[in-house]
């Protein structure tokens, strides 16, 4: 099956970029997600990028996807400390049903 | 427009019960899919539910079954609860999964 990883931990500071990460084995896969969690929370979801694409700008938010390498990157411009949670890539496949969810990067924003 | 709500928040049981959660999906939402978080992990598919049938499952055993509503929605049962059970579940509802799923806080159930 799918099996999606991620690095757990990310350190940067108040105004500069943070990358984070992921790659995901099934080269099938054909929606990816960036989702953001807040501790004691659920999930929101922050963008997706469909297959076909290469790159998605929304705002701070800008994705990055190499399917020839399998990998997804999420970048957030002018980091905030609001922006620190914990980021989980995540990839749709199995016939438009199953998503599997890497296991998360922790970002701490550093004033 | 309401979000995604789950309830009870919080849940207790020992080992061998059984438990009930709910979740009430986004207005207008067809689609709802269940996740199990154990801490420091990324949620793991149980099963999803599109108009009141089950549309795929994730690696869980038969103890963990579901129900959609003609609401949309939902009820998460675990049977024979056993320690590592111990989780928060996660209730996400689409109108099509293809363009993300919306997520309730959850309900963090302790087995002891």
């Known amino acids: 099956g799918e099996d999606v990883e991620q690095s757990l931990f990310l350190s940067v500071r108040e105004g500069d970029s943070s990358v984070i990460n992921c790659t995901y084995t099934?080269?099938?896969?054909?929606?990816l997600y960036w989702y953001k969690q807040e501790p004691g929370a659920g999930l929101q979801l922050l963008t997706y990028i469909f297959s076909n694409m290469d790159m998605k700008q929304d705002q701070r938010l800008t994705v990055l996807l190499n399917k020839k390498d399998k990998h997804l990157s999420l970048r957030i411009a002018d980091t905030q400390t609001g922006d620190s949670a914990i980021y989980f890539c995540a990839v749709l496949s199995g016939g438009y049903q199953k998503v599997t969810f890497g296991t998360g990067t922790k970002l701490q924003v550093i004033p | 427009e309401t979000g995604v709500t789950q309830s009870p928040t919080h849940l207790i049981k020992t080992r061998g019960q059984q438990v009930t959660l709910r979740c009430s999906s986004q207005s207008g939402h067809n689609t709802v899919s269940w996740y199990q978080q154990a801490l420091g992990q990324g949620p793991q598919f149980i099963f999803q539910?599109?108009?009141?049938?089950?549309?795929g499952r994730g690696n869980f055993p038969p103890r963990f079954s579901g129900l959609q509503f003609p609401n949309y929605s939902s009820e998460l049962n675990v049977n024979a609860l056993e320690l590592d059970d111990s989780a928060l579940y996660l209730c996400?509802?689409?109108?099509?999964?293809?363009?993300?799923?919306?997520f309730g806080p959850g309900t963090r159930l302790t087995v002891l």
């Open positions: 099934d080269s099938s896969s054909t929606y």
């Open positions: 996400a509802s689409s109108l099509a999964v293809t363009s993300g799923q919306f």
């Open positions: 539910y599109y108009r009141e049938e089950e549309n």
